[in-house]
């Protein structure tokens, strides 16, 4: 099992930024992969960017590269997404999740491959 608990969200103004964190414990090796996802009331979750724990490699959604970046704490205990240059189109509640390397490898912004989640943390970014 594992548990993730998401803080850091909030308001800001566009062009402004946000650090979420992602508070994780349980079984390291059900956490191969962690990724953010965030979810608009109506709409479909969107895979924001992921982080391979093993080796640290990373991923993103084309349109927040360039100003999100992905990081997590030396012990993998939290994880991290910098959010820079943040635009009104980034509002939504965030969430982070986990997921073993079995699962979630074949593509880490997917988010039928993530087994566990938290609760979320919503960024609303006003223009």
């Known amino acids: 099992q594992v548990q993730l608990v998401e803080s850091g969200g909030g308001s800001v103004q566009a062009g402004g930024s946000l650090r979420l964190s992602c508070a994780a414990s349980g079984s390291i090796f059900s956490r191969d992969c962690m990724g953010w996802f965030r979810q608009v009331e109506g709409q479909e979750r969107e895979g924001v960017a992921a982080?391979?724990?093993?080796?640290?490699?990373?991923t993103f959604v084309d349109s927040v590269k360039g100003r999100f970046t992905v990081s997590q704490d030396n012990a993998k205990t939290t994880l991290y997404l910098q959010m820079n240059s943040l635009k009104p189109e980034d509002t939504a509640m965030y969430y982070c999740?986990?997921?073993?390397?079995?699962?979630?490898?074949?593509?880490?912004?997917?988010?039928?491959?993530?087994?566990?989640w938290g609760q979320g943390t919503q960024v609303t970014v006003s223009s």
């Open positions: 999740a986990a997921a073993p390397q079995m699962s979630c490898r074949s593509d880490m912004l997917r988010g039928s491959n993530y087994r566990y």
């Open positions: 982080i391979y724990t093993r080796d640290g490699s990373s």
